[in-house]
């Protein structure tokens, strides 16, 4: 496929007189992620207007202000639902959610495990930063036992979720992770996510410095990326790790990519079905 002109990304997919310069801090990571996702898009050739772009409420969750597609800013751990309403309302069109590990996953995680379990069509870009950064800097379900937040002043002692195990229980049907310093991977892996029919989930490992690492003295922006290259490694480089070498790593990867019934269309022939069996007794009383 002969490659886009960045320019002409940015035209056609931003808006440019909405609200920028954008809302984030620096060296945030949302900025990465947004390039990956209007320039997958890009690649698929999709239309603007096919496309609804649902979010709900943190950090990661503005990014609908700023693409030109039909979007919803939503509830706090709501996004999910909302978006499962537009693909069960309009089929058709490609449903977005963009979301953060607190929204999804601590409010959220009813609609996301449910989600999953259904099958509905619907493509999860999941920013994870460990953290809750735009409502005060308390810990999320993913924050790392023995981190700092204004919530867990003296170390979170919680188990974290791992996401993508959470999403494979659940049953979804296209599992992915990668992170915000592997921006060419995170671009592949979305556009593969927004093709394959079914819930998909490309959880994205992002760098919060302004809460996140000064709490936890990870650094400035480029430490805490160069933590995600050297920490965040191929599913293939990780398996090579005996299990001492594996301590503080995490894989990423593809960890499951299957076809099967979906949703909305499972719904669509139901309806039809019993529309069919009313106009038959319907029939029958004439």
């Given at each position: ?23 984030w801090?620096p ?15 890009a690649?698929?050739?999709w ?38 309403g537009?693909?069960?309302?309009k ?31 619907l493509?999860?870009i999941l920013?994870?930063n ?15 036992i ?6 867990t ?16 229980g ?16 995170a ?10 029919k079914?819930?998909s ?9 302004i ?11 480029p430490?805490m ?28 990867g ?20 019993l ?10 009383r004439?």
């Open positions: 496929m002969q490659k886009i002109p960045q320019k002409i990304i940015h035209n056609k997919y931003l808006r440019h007189r909405k609200k920028f310069p954008h809302v801090c060296g945030c990571s949302n900025g990465i992620v947004l390039g990956a996702v209007i320039r997958a898009v690649e698929l050739e239309k603007r207007s096919d496309i609804t772009m649902v979010s709900g409420i943190g950090c990661s969750s503005r990014m609908p202000v700023y693409v030109d597609f039909n979007t919803l800013h939503t509830l706090h751990g709501r996004a999910i639902a909302f978006a499962t537009v693909k069960l309302f089929p058709e069109l490609k449903v977005i959610v963009v979301t953060g590990d607190g929204d999804a996953t601590a409010i959220g995680g009813n609609h996301f495990i449910h989600a999953a379990r259904r099958n509905i069509d493509t999860v920013l994870n460990y953290i809750y950064g735009m409502t005060g800097g308390q810990y999320s379900p993913t924050t790392p023995g981190d700092r937040t204004t919530t002043p003296y170390g979170n002692i919680d188990p974290a979720f791992d996401i993508c195990e959470l999403a494979l659940a049953g979804a049907a296209f599992v992915a992770r990668t992170t915000a310093y592997h921006a060419t991977e671009q592949t892996f979305i556009k593969k996510a927004l093709v394959h079914g819930f989930l490309v959880e994205i490992i992002c760098a919060c410095p809460i996140y690492g000064r709490m936890n003295k990870k650094g400035d922006a430490a990326m160069k933590s995600m290259k050297e920490n965040i490694l191929s599913i293939k480089a990780y398996e090579k790790l005996t299990e001492e070498q594996k301590e503080g790593k995490i894989k990423r593809i960890f499951r990519e299957v076809i099967k019934p979906e949703y909305t269309e499972e719904y669509d022939k139901l309806v039809k079905s529309q069919a069996s009313i106009g038959e007794v319907d029939n029958d004439t």
